[in-house]
């Protein structure tokens, strides 16, 4: 079967940084993505991994090792706009979305 | 920009009505899905769709039809609602085969009360 972990929630502060961890079991895989939403909104997409090692974005950067079945999402120099749930999701064999629960990060000053 | 828009940002409805959600993108994607999302959960799959007329069964269909008679919309029906389906639906879309972009494209959102 899929399973997909990641922790429920997490607090930061304005200016820091903050890694959000995503760990998975499948027997399938075509690439991890990750979504920002805020309350109330759409998700969002910010990242897709299909390879082992560090994408960067901007302020944000998603890393994979498939191997370790293991992906976080690393958000540099925080902003209160930040304040979010951050999603993770697996594209298994069928080319279809597993998503985790999702991490709500919430930013102080 | 891609757009994806639901016929309705917030509905009540009451046990046992036909209840109707629509969901319509501009990009010519050939795949459209629909989710709902409860606290705690994750996104779980209803139904999707790769092709007009085509539907496949998600994780969760059970109580839930769906419509695709042209490209651009993707229709999520409740035969006879249930207060078990109080939820957020989500409607998303994606191209079908594409290597670098099987991202899926989110609209607003349905926040469905059941009472």
């Known amino acids: 079967g899929q399973n997909i972990d990641q922790p429920t929630e997490m607090t930061a502060t304005e200016g820091a940084i903050v890694q959000i961890n995503c760990t998975y079991q499948t027997s399938g895989f075509n690439g991890l993505f990750w979504y920002q939403q805020h309350a109330g909104e759409a998700p969002t997409f910010l990242s897709y991994?299909?390879l082992d090692g560090l994408e960067e974005k901007g302020r944000f950067s998603s890393f994979l090792s498939r191997s370790k079945g293991y992906s976080y999402l690393l958000l540099k120099e925080l902003q209160m706009k930040d304040s979010a749930s951050y999603l993770c999701a697996l594209m298994d064999s069928n080319y279809q979305l597993i998503w985790g629960a999702g991490t709500k990060l919430i930013i102080k000053p | 920009d891609v757009k994806v828009t639901q016929s309705s940002r917030y509905l009540v409805k009451r046990t046992g009505e036909k209840v109707f959600l629509e969901c319509v993108q501009d990009?010519?994607?050939?795949?459209m899905f629909w989710y709902r999302q409860d606290p705690g959960l994750g996104l779980r799959l209803i139904y999707f769709s790769y092709d007009v007329k085509m539907k496949e069964k998600g994780d969760i269909p059970e109580g839930y039809s769906v419509s695709r008679e042209k490209k651009e919309r993707f229709s999520l029906i409740l035969e006879s609602a249930s207060t078990n389906q109080t939820s957020m639906y989500l409607c998303?879309?994606?191209?079908?085969?594409?290597?670098?972009?099987?991202?899926?494209?989110f609209g607003p959102g349905t926040r469905l009360t059941v009472t």
């Open positions: 990009m010519d994607h050939e795949n």
């Open positions: 998303a879309s994606s191209f079908l085969d594409r290597a670098s972009s099987y991202e899926q494209y």
């Open positions: 991994n299909v």
